[in-house]
Protein backbone atom coordinates (compact mmCIF):
# COMPACT_ATOMS: atom_id res chain seq x y z
CA UNK A 1 0.00 0.00 0.00
CA UNK A 2 3.00 2.57 0.73
CA UNK A 3 4.02 2.33 -2.92
CA UNK A 4 0.78 3.13 -4.20
CA UNK A 5 0.12 5.93 -1.96
CA UNK A 6 3.39 7.43 -2.85
CA UNK A 7 3.02 6.97 -6.36
CA UNK A 8 -0.23 8.11 -6.82
CA UNK A 9 0.92 11.29 -4.56
CA UNK A 10 3.66 11.95 -6.79
CA UNK A 11 2.30 11.30 -10.45
CA UNK A 12 -1.54 12.08 -9.45
CA UNK A 13 -2.18 10.60 -13.44
CA UNK A 14 -1.21 6.83 -12.61
CA UNK A 15 -3.81 4.89 -14.28
CA UNK A 16 -2.39 1.10 -13.46
CA UNK A 17 -1.88 0.05 -10.24
CA UNK A 18 1.59 -0.92 -8.62
CA UNK A 19 2.48 -3.96 -7.14
CA UNK A 20 5.14 -4.16 -3.97
CA UNK A 21 7.45 -6.06 -5.86
CA UNK A 22 10.12 -4.93 -7.81
CA UNK A 23 11.72 -7.52 -10.55
CA UNK A 24 14.33 -9.43 -10.67
CA UNK A 25 17.04 -8.91 -13.13
CA UNK A 26 19.10 -11.28 -15.14
CA UNK A 27 20.71 -9.84 -18.30
CA UNK A 28 23.11 -10.76 -20.18
CA UNK A 29 25.59 -9.37 -22.45
CA UNK A 30 24.06 -6.26 -24.72
CA UNK A 31 24.59 -5.52 -28.17
CA UNK A 32 28.01 -4.34 -29.02
CA UNK A 33 28.69 -3.86 -25.44
CA UNK A 34 30.02 -5.84 -23.06
CA UNK A 35 27.36 -5.33 -21.08
CA UNK A 36 26.65 -7.28 -17.83
CA UNK A 37 23.10 -6.40 -16.45
CA UNK A 38 22.79 -7.79 -12.52
CA UNK A 39 21.01 -10.22 -10.76
CA UNK A 40 18.75 -8.75 -8.34
CA UNK A 41 18.02 -11.63 -5.97
CA UNK A 42 14.86 -11.67 -3.25
CA UNK A 43 12.89 -9.91 -5.93
CA UNK A 44 10.36 -11.24 -8.49
CA UNK A 45 9.89 -10.32 -12.45
CA UNK A 46 6.97 -8.76 -13.70
CA UNK A 47 5.17 -7.86 -10.41
CA UNK A 48 4.99 -4.45 -10.95
CA UNK A 49 2.69 -2.59 -13.82
CA UNK A 50 4.68 -0.40 -16.46
CA UNK A 51 4.50 3.01 -15.14
CA UNK A 52 2.78 5.86 -17.15
CA UNK A 53 3.90 8.96 -16.94
CA UNK A 54 0.97 11.74 -16.68
CA UNK A 55 0.51 13.33 -20.47
CA UNK A 56 -0.02 17.16 -20.09
CA UNK A 57 -2.07 19.19 -22.47
CA UNK A 58 -0.91 22.48 -20.75
CA UNK A 59 -2.80 25.24 -20.47
CA UNK A 60 -3.49 27.56 -23.91
CA UNK A 61 -3.56 31.45 -23.14
CA UNK A 62 -3.54 33.70 -25.58
CA UNK A 63 -2.97 31.26 -28.18
CA UNK A 64 -0.10 29.68 -26.57
CA UNK A 65 0.04 26.21 -24.74
CA UNK A 66 1.63 26.68 -21.53
CA UNK A 67 3.08 24.13 -19.90
CA UNK A 68 5.26 23.91 -15.81
CA UNK A 69 8.58 21.54 -15.22
CA UNK A 70 10.21 21.93 -12.52
CA UNK A 71 13.52 20.09 -11.61
CA UNK A 72 13.17 18.06 -8.76
CA UNK A 73 15.27 15.72 -6.45
CA UNK A 74 13.01 12.53 -5.60
CA UNK A 75 13.53 9.80 -3.98
CA UNK A 76 13.04 6.42 -5.91
CA UNK A 77 12.61 2.64 -5.01
CA UNK A 78 14.01 0.88 -7.83
CA UNK A 79 14.25 -2.28 -5.58
CA UNK A 80 11.41 -2.61 -3.29
CA UNK A 81 11.93 -1.02 0.43
CA UNK A 82 15.05 0.90 -0.82
CA UNK A 83 14.65 4.33 -1.66
CA UNK A 84 17.24 6.53 -2.99
CA UNK A 85 17.60 9.97 -4.77
CA UNK A 86 16.87 10.60 -7.83
CA UNK A 87 16.46 13.49 -10.28
CA UNK A 88 13.00 14.01 -12.28
CA UNK A 89 10.39 16.84 -14.23
CA UNK A 90 7.33 17.38 -11.93
CA UNK A 91 7.99 13.77 -9.97
CA UNK A 92 10.88 11.94 -8.48
CA UNK A 93 11.98 10.51 -11.89
CA UNK A 94 11.99 10.82 -15.57
CA UNK A 95 9.28 13.54 -16.60
CA UNK A 96 5.52 13.87 -17.93
CA UNK A 97 4.72 13.90 -21.42
CA UNK A 98 3.94 17.10 -22.98
CA UNK A 99 1.39 16.54 -25.68
CA UNK A 100 2.17 19.27 -28.27
CA UNK A 101 0.68 20.37 -32.13
CA UNK A 102 2.81 21.37 -34.73
CA UNK A 103 2.67 24.98 -35.64
CA UNK A 104 1.84 25.44 -32.11
CA UNK A 105 3.48 28.36 -30.36
CA UNK A 106 4.68 26.86 -26.72
CA UNK A 107 6.05 27.54 -23.75
CA UNK A 108 7.60 26.21 -21.32
CA UNK A 109 7.92 28.04 -17.93
CA UNK A 110 11.02 25.77 -16.42
CA UNK A 111 11.79 25.88 -12.49
CA UNK A 112 15.16 24.61 -11.37
CA UNK A 113 14.90 23.26 -7.37
CA UNK A 114 18.31 21.01 -7.70
CA UNK A 115 21.64 21.90 -6.32
CA UNK A 116 22.82 22.47 -9.60
CA UNK A 117 22.02 24.27 -12.86
CA UNK A 118 20.87 22.43 -15.69
CA UNK A 119 19.12 23.03 -18.68
CA UNK A 120 16.55 21.72 -20.71
CA UNK A 121 17.17 20.35 -24.60
CA UNK A 122 14.57 19.16 -26.78
CA UNK A 123 15.81 16.42 -28.31
CA UNK A 124 14.58 16.10 -31.95
CA UNK A 125 13.16 19.52 -32.35
CA UNK A 126 13.98 21.95 -35.21
CA UNK A 127 14.62 25.01 -32.71
CA UNK A 128 17.63 27.69 -32.75
CA UNK A 129 20.39 28.12 -30.32
CA UNK A 130 18.00 30.74 -28.37
CA UNK A 131 15.71 27.91 -27.00
CA UNK A 132 18.04 24.72 -27.72
CA UNK A 133 18.98 24.06 -24.41
CA UNK A 134 23.23 24.44 -24.78
CA UNK A 135 24.16 27.77 -24.82
CA UNK A 136 23.56 30.02 -22.71
CA UNK A 137 20.74 28.20 -21.20
CA UNK A 138 22.44 27.16 -17.72
CA UNK A 139 19.35 27.74 -15.16
CA UNK A 140 20.85 28.46 -11.59
CA UNK A 141 19.54 26.41 -8.49
CA UNK A 142 16.39 28.28 -7.62
CA UNK A 143 15.72 29.95 -10.46
CA UNK A 144 13.10 30.02 -13.12
CA UNK A 145 13.61 30.21 -17.08
CA UNK A 146 11.01 30.39 -19.57
CA UNK A 147 11.26 29.43 -22.97
CA UNK A 148 9.09 29.99 -26.18
CA UNK A 149 9.05 27.65 -29.33
CA UNK A 150 6.93 26.72 -32.45
CA UNK A 151 7.87 22.61 -33.48
CA UNK A 152 7.62 23.24 -37.31
CA UNK A 153 7.66 19.62 -38.29
CA UNK A 154 6.00 16.47 -38.66
CA UNK A 155 4.38 14.31 -35.86
CA UNK A 156 7.04 12.71 -34.01
CA UNK A 157 8.28 11.46 -30.39
CA UNK A 158 10.63 13.43 -29.36
CA UNK A 159 12.16 14.18 -26.01
CA UNK A 160 13.61 16.27 -23.31
CA UNK A 161 16.61 15.67 -21.42
CA UNK A 162 19.28 18.27 -19.42
CA UNK A 163 22.73 19.54 -21.39
CA UNK A 164 24.58 21.35 -19.57
CA UNK A 165 28.50 21.38 -20.14
CA UNK A 166 29.92 18.25 -17.83
CA UNK A 167 26.64 17.37 -16.16
CA UNK A 168 24.41 16.08 -18.93
CA UNK A 169 25.43 12.12 -18.33
CA UNK A 170 25.14 12.05 -14.39
CA UNK A 171 21.56 14.57 -14.90
CA UNK A 172 20.19 11.80 -17.17
CA UNK A 173 21.49 9.00 -15.07
CA UNK A 174 19.61 10.16 -12.40
CA UNK A 175 16.59 10.20 -14.22
CA UNK A 176 16.07 13.37 -16.04
CA UNK A 177 14.15 12.41 -19.04
CA UNK A 178 10.56 13.27 -20.64
CA UNK A 179 8.65 12.81 -23.78
CA UNK A 180 7.14 15.13 -26.23
CA UNK A 181 4.29 13.57 -28.34
CA UNK A 182 4.12 15.89 -31.57
CA UNK A 183 1.18 15.41 -33.10
CA UNK A 184 0.15 17.33 -36.91
CA UNK A 185 -3.12 16.85 -38.42
CA UNK A 186 -2.13 13.60 -40.34
CA UNK A 187 -0.78 11.71 -37.30
CA UNK A 188 -4.02 12.55 -35.77
CA UNK A 189 -6.33 10.97 -39.04
CA UNK A 190 -4.47 7.83 -39.70
CA UNK A 191 -6.01 4.71 -38.33
CA UNK A 192 -3.40 3.72 -35.35
CA UNK A 193 -3.23 2.79 -32.04
CA UNK A 194 -3.61 6.49 -30.03
CA UNK A 195 -5.53 5.65 -26.52
CA UNK A 196 -2.74 6.61 -23.96
CA UNK A 197 -2.31 4.13 -21.76
CA UNK A 198 -4.68 1.38 -23.67
CA UNK A 199 -3.38 0.57 -27.00
CA UNK A 200 -0.77 3.70 -26.89
CA UNK A 201 2.51 3.41 -24.30
CA UNK A 202 5.80 5.20 -23.80
CA UNK A 203 8.78 2.88 -23.66
CA UNK A 204 11.63 4.52 -22.13
CA UNK A 205 14.65 1.62 -21.66
CA UNK A 206 17.60 2.71 -19.63
CA UNK A 207 20.11 0.67 -17.45
CA UNK A 208 21.28 1.94 -14.07
CA UNK A 209 23.92 0.43 -11.55
CA UNK A 210 22.59 0.29 -8.59
CA UNK A 211 24.05 -0.96 -5.13
CA UNK A 212 23.36 -3.79 -2.97
CA UNK A 213 21.21 -1.28 -1.13
CA UNK A 214 19.51 0.02 -4.19
CA UNK A 215 21.50 2.95 -4.46
CA UNK A 216 21.55 4.90 -7.69
CA UNK A 217 24.90 7.43 -7.78
CA UNK A 218 26.82 8.66 -10.71
CA UNK A 219 30.60 8.25 -11.19
CA UNK A 220 32.78 7.01 -13.89
CA UNK A 221 36.02 4.30 -13.92
CA UNK A 222 38.33 4.71 -16.30
CA UNK A 223 36.94 1.87 -18.10
CA UNK A 224 33.20 3.52 -18.16
CA UNK A 225 35.16 6.57 -19.05
CA UNK A 226 35.87 4.73 -22.56
CA UNK A 227 33.29 2.60 -22.90
CA UNK A 228 29.72 4.75 -21.81
CA UNK A 229 28.22 3.96 -18.18
CA UNK A 230 26.34 0.90 -19.22
CA UNK A 231 25.23 -1.84 -17.26
CA UNK A 232 23.14 -2.78 -13.87
CA UNK A 233 19.38 -3.35 -13.88
CA UNK A 234 17.46 -2.95 -17.10
CA UNK A 235 14.33 -0.87 -16.66
CA UNK A 236 11.43 0.57 -18.78
CA UNK A 237 10.08 3.55 -17.38
CA UNK A 238 12.28 3.76 -14.37
CA UNK A 239 10.84 0.32 -13.18
CA UNK A 240 12.58 -3.11 -13.47
CA UNK A 241 10.72 -5.58 -15.22
CA UNK A 242 7.29 -4.23 -15.78
CA UNK A 243 3.74 -5.78 -17.61
CA UNK A 244 1.52 -4.15 -19.47
CA UNK A 245 -2.45 -5.00 -20.21
CA UNK A 246 -3.09 -4.96 -24.10
CA UNK A 247 -6.12 -5.43 -25.68
CA UNK A 248 -6.32 -8.22 -28.21
CA UNK A 249 -5.41 -6.57 -31.59
CA UNK A 250 -3.08 -3.91 -32.54
CA UNK A 251 -0.87 -1.92 -29.73
CA UNK A 252 1.99 1.10 -30.31
CA UNK A 253 5.08 1.26 -28.61
CA UNK A 254 6.98 4.87 -28.95
CA UNK A 255 10.70 3.47 -27.89
CA UNK A 256 12.91 5.83 -26.68
CA UNK A 257 16.81 4.70 -25.93
CA UNK A 258 17.11 7.00 -22.84
CA UNK A 259 20.48 5.07 -21.67
CA UNK A 260 23.58 6.63 -21.32
CA UNK A 261 25.68 3.87 -23.26
CA UNK A 262 24.01 0.78 -24.02
CA UNK A 263 22.57 -0.15 -27.68
CA UNK A 264 19.33 -2.02 -26.96
CA UNK A 265 18.12 -5.13 -29.93
CA UNK A 266 14.48 -5.47 -29.20
CA UNK A 267 12.22 -8.37 -30.26
CA UNK A 268 8.91 -10.87 -29.69
CA UNK A 269 11.24 -13.42 -30.13
CA UNK A 270 11.19 -14.73 -33.58
CA UNK A 271 7.76 -12.75 -34.17
CA UNK A 272 6.91 -10.35 -36.33
CA UNK A 273 6.16 -6.44 -35.89
CA UNK A 274 5.82 -3.04 -37.80
CA UNK A 275 7.84 -0.05 -37.47
CA UNK A 276 5.80 2.71 -38.32
CA UNK A 277 8.06 5.70 -36.90
CA UNK A 278 11.97 6.79 -36.48
CA UNK A 279 13.03 9.73 -34.73
CA UNK A 280 11.74 12.75 -36.18
CA UNK A 281 8.12 11.12 -37.21
CA UNK A 282 6.62 8.42 -39.10
CA UNK A 283 7.91 6.47 -41.73
CA UNK A 284 6.05 6.67 -45.13
CA UNK A 285 4.77 2.66 -44.96
CA UNK A 286 5.02 0.10 -42.11
CA UNK A 287 8.30 -1.88 -42.09
CA UNK A 288 7.88 -5.43 -41.14
CA UNK A 289 10.53 -6.39 -38.21
CA UNK A 290 11.66 -9.19 -36.53
CA UNK A 291 14.12 -6.78 -34.23
CA UNK A 292 14.86 -3.38 -33.75
CA UNK A 293 17.99 -1.72 -32.98
CA UNK A 294 18.10 1.38 -31.12
CA UNK A 295 21.46 2.94 -29.75
CA UNK A 296 21.35 6.12 -27.24
CA UNK A 297 19.16 8.59 -28.10
CA UNK A 298 16.93 6.93 -31.08
CA UNK A 299 13.50 6.58 -31.03
CA UNK A 300 11.39 3.81 -32.76
CA UNK A 301 7.64 3.47 -33.32
CA UNK A 302 6.22 0.09 -33.63
CA UNK A 303 3.06 -1.83 -33.78
CA UNK A 304 2.40 -5.20 -32.64
CA UNK A 305 -0.42 -7.50 -33.45
CA UNK A 306 -1.28 -9.18 -30.09
CA UNK A 307 -3.72 -11.72 -31.98
CA UNK A 308 -0.42 -13.65 -32.79
CA UNK A 309 0.89 -13.55 -28.93
CA UNK A 310 0.37 -15.59 -26.48
CA UNK A 311 -1.83 -14.79 -23.39
CA UNK A 312 0.99 -14.05 -21.85
CA UNK A 313 4.12 -12.89 -23.97
CA UNK A 314 7.70 -10.83 -23.70
CA UNK A 315 8.82 -7.89 -25.22
CA UNK A 316 12.59 -8.81 -25.24
CA UNK A 317 15.72 -6.38 -24.73
CA UNK A 318 19.41 -7.62 -25.96
CA UNK A 319 17.75 -10.95 -25.36
CA UNK A 320 16.33 -11.36 -22.59
CA UNK A 321 12.44 -11.27 -21.68
CA UNK A 322 11.84 -7.13 -20.54
CA UNK A 323 8.33 -6.82 -20.24
CA UNK A 324 5.58 -8.57 -19.85
CA UNK A 325 2.75 -8.33 -22.35
CA UNK A 326 -0.31 -9.55 -20.71
CA UNK A 327 -3.58 -9.72 -22.79
CA UNK A 328 -7.02 -8.28 -21.44
CA UNK A 329 -10.08 -8.90 -22.56
CA UNK A 330 -10.77 -5.60 -24.64
CA UNK A 331 -10.65 -5.40 -28.08
CA UNK A 332 -8.46 -3.15 -30.45
CA UNK A 333 -7.92 -2.06 -33.92
CA UNK A 334 -6.74 -4.97 -36.08
CA UNK A 335 -5.59 -3.64 -39.46
CA UNK A 336 -2.36 -2.10 -40.20
CA UNK A 337 -2.45 0.82 -42.64
CA UNK A 338 -0.61 0.25 -45.98
CA UNK A 339 0.70 4.11 -46.24
CA UNK A 340 1.23 6.03 -43.22
CA UNK A 341 2.89 9.54 -44.49
CA UNK A 342 4.87 11.35 -47.48
CA UNK A 343 8.10 11.17 -46.85
CA UNK A 344 9.94 13.65 -49.47
CA UNK A 345 11.84 11.44 -52.02
CA UNK A 346 15.44 11.99 -52.11
CA UNK A 347 16.92 13.59 -54.97
CA UNK A 348 18.82 11.57 -57.55
CA UNK A 349 21.29 14.97 -57.63
CA UNK A 350 22.97 15.81 -55.25
CA UNK A 351 26.53 15.68 -56.53
CA UNK A 352 26.88 19.36 -56.48
CA UNK A 353 25.96 19.28 -52.80
CA UNK A 354 28.95 20.14 -50.46
CA UNK A 355 29.99 16.69 -48.09
CA UNK A 356 31.79 17.63 -44.95
CA UNK A 357 33.25 14.29 -42.99
CA UNK A 358 33.10 13.87 -39.95
CA UNK A 359 35.29 11.28 -38.12
CA UNK A 360 34.43 10.26 -34.40
CA UNK A 361 36.90 8.27 -32.53
CA UNK A 362 37.68 7.26 -29.07
CA UNK A 363 41.20 6.12 -27.75
CA UNK A 364 43.04 5.91 -24.35
CA UNK A 365 43.66 9.57 -24.43
CA UNK A 366 40.42 10.86 -25.14
CA UNK A 367 37.12 11.38 -27.68
CA UNK A 368 37.36 13.34 -30.62
CA UNK A 369 35.66 14.57 -33.91
CA UNK A 370 38.14 14.74 -36.96
CA UNK A 371 40.51 14.69 -34.15
CA UNK A 372 39.58 17.46 -32.01
CA UNK A 373 37.92 17.24 -28.79
CA UNK A 374 35.30 19.87 -28.42
CA UNK A 375 36.37 23.67 -27.38
CA UNK A 376 32.95 25.33 -26.42
CA UNK A 377 34.78 28.61 -27.28
CA UNK A 378 35.73 27.64 -31.03
CA UNK A 379 33.40 26.95 -33.85
CA UNK A 380 34.14 23.70 -35.81
CA UNK A 381 32.97 25.53 -39.05
CA UNK A 382 30.15 27.81 -40.31
CA UNK A 383 27.33 27.18 -42.78
CA UNK A 384 25.03 29.63 -44.59
CA UNK A 385 20.85 29.14 -43.48
CA UNK A 386 18.99 27.55 -46.03
CA UNK A 387 21.95 25.46 -47.30
CA UNK A 388 21.57 21.22 -47.68
CA UNK A 389 25.08 19.68 -47.63
CA UNK A 390 25.77 15.80 -47.39
CA UNK A 391 27.69 14.50 -44.52
CA UNK A 392 29.60 11.56 -44.73
CA UNK A 393 30.20 10.29 -41.05
CA UNK A 394 32.74 7.58 -39.96
CA UNK A 395 33.08 5.44 -36.91
CA UNK A 396 37.22 5.68 -36.74
CA UNK A 397 37.32 4.00 -33.69
CA UNK A 398 39.87 0.86 -35.12
CA UNK A 399 41.30 -0.05 -31.95
CA UNK A 400 38.28 -0.31 -29.67
CA UNK A 401 35.20 -1.76 -31.05
CA UNK A 402 32.34 0.56 -29.77
CA UNK A 403 29.33 2.01 -31.41
CA UNK A 404 29.06 6.06 -31.89
CA UNK A 405 25.41 7.21 -31.83
CA UNK A 406 25.99 10.33 -34.50
CA UNK A 407 23.33 13.45 -33.27
CA UNK A 408 22.86 16.75 -34.90
CA UNK A 409 20.53 19.71 -32.36
CA UNK A 410 18.34 21.57 -34.76
CA UNK A 411 17.84 19.29 -37.54
CA UNK A 412 15.85 16.19 -38.78
CA UNK A 413 17.80 14.59 -41.34
CA UNK A 414 17.83 11.53 -43.99
CA UNK A 415 20.55 8.42 -44.26
CA UNK A 416 21.07 8.50 -47.81
CA UNK A 417 23.45 5.56 -47.67
CA UNK A 418 24.75 3.08 -45.14
CA UNK A 419 28.48 1.54 -45.64
CA UNK A 420 27.93 2.46 -49.75
CA UNK A 421 24.31 1.11 -49.98
CA UNK A 422 20.53 2.47 -49.80
CA UNK A 423 19.68 2.13 -46.02
CA UNK A 424 17.36 -0.07 -44.71
CA UNK A 425 13.47 0.86 -44.72
CA UNK A 426 13.37 1.70 -41.40
CA UNK A 427 16.16 4.40 -41.30
CA UNK A 428 14.73 5.85 -44.18
CA UNK A 429 12.44 8.44 -42.62
CA UNK A 430 13.59 11.47 -40.99
CA UNK A 431 16.42 11.02 -38.23
CA UNK A 432 17.83 12.63 -35.84
CA UNK A 433 20.49 10.08 -34.42
CA UNK A 434 22.32 7.47 -36.48
CA UNK A 435 24.00 4.38 -35.20
CA UNK A 436 27.50 4.12 -36.17
CA UNK A 437 29.11 0.10 -35.30
CA UNK A 438 32.90 -0.19 -35.41
CA UNK A 439 34.30 0.72 -39.11
CA UNK A 440 30.85 2.10 -40.71
CA UNK A 441 30.53 5.44 -42.79
CA UNK A 442 26.84 6.35 -43.00
CA UNK A 443 25.92 9.70 -45.27
CA UNK A 444 22.95 12.06 -44.45
CA UNK A 445 21.48 14.60 -46.12
CA UNK A 446 21.03 17.88 -44.15
CA UNK A 447 18.97 21.05 -44.39
CA UNK A 448 20.14 24.37 -42.27
CA UNK A 449 17.16 25.99 -41.02
CA UNK A 450 17.68 27.48 -37.43
CA UNK A 451 19.74 30.50 -36.11
CA UNK A 452 23.19 30.18 -34.26
CA UNK A 453 25.85 27.91 -32.62
CA UNK A 454 24.50 24.02 -33.12
CA UNK A 455 26.16 21.07 -31.75
CA UNK A 456 26.58 17.78 -33.39
CA UNK A 457 28.16 14.48 -30.50
CA UNK A 458 27.88 11.64 -30.10
CA UNK A 459 24.74 10.58 -27.95
CA UNK A 460 27.02 7.86 -25.22
CA UNK A 461 26.95 10.82 -22.65
CA UNK A 462 30.57 9.71 -21.34
CA UNK A 463 31.75 10.57 -24.81
CA UNK A 464 30.00 13.52 -25.67
CA UNK A 465 31.27 15.16 -22.30
CA UNK A 466 34.67 13.61 -22.92
CA UNK A 467 34.93 15.45 -25.95
CA UNK A 468 33.27 13.79 -29.16
CA UNK A 469 31.02 17.05 -29.98
CA UNK A 470 31.56 19.96 -32.24
CA UNK A 471 29.55 22.62 -33.01
CA UNK A 472 29.07 24.95 -36.66
CA UNK A 473 27.33 28.82 -36.58
CA UNK A 474 24.53 28.94 -39.06
CA UNK A 475 24.18 32.73 -40.55
CA UNK A 476 21.38 34.32 -41.80
CU1 LIG B 1 30.53 7.58 -28.92
Known sequence: MKKILIEVVIFGALTTSHNQILANMNHSSG???NTTFNQATFVKEFQKSLLLPPILNGKVQNGVRTFDLSVTKGKWEFIDGKFTETYGYNGPILGPILSLKKGEKTKINITNNLAEETTVHWHGGILSQNVDGVHNANIQPNTKKS????????????????????KTASQVYKGLAGLIYLEDEQSQNLNIPKTYGVDDFPIIIQDKKLTKDGEL??????????????????????????????????????????SNATNYDIDLNGKDFYQIGSDGGLLSNPVTMKNLSLAPGERGEILIDSNILNKKSYLYINQKKALELRKNEKFGLTSI????????????????????????????????????????????????????????????????????????????????????????????????????????TVKILISYTTDGITVYHCHILEHEEGGMMGQFQINN
Open 31 to 33: HNH
Open 147 to 166: VEFILNQPAATLWFHPHPMH
Open 217 to 258: TYSTTHMEKIHGKSGGHLMINGVISPYIDIPNGLIRLRIVNG
Open 337 to 440: PKALVEIPKISKNLENLKTRVFTLKTTSKGNTINNIPYNMEKLNFEVQKGTQEIWEIKNGSKMMDMPHPFHVHGAQFRVIERNGKTPPLNEQGWKDTVNLNAGD
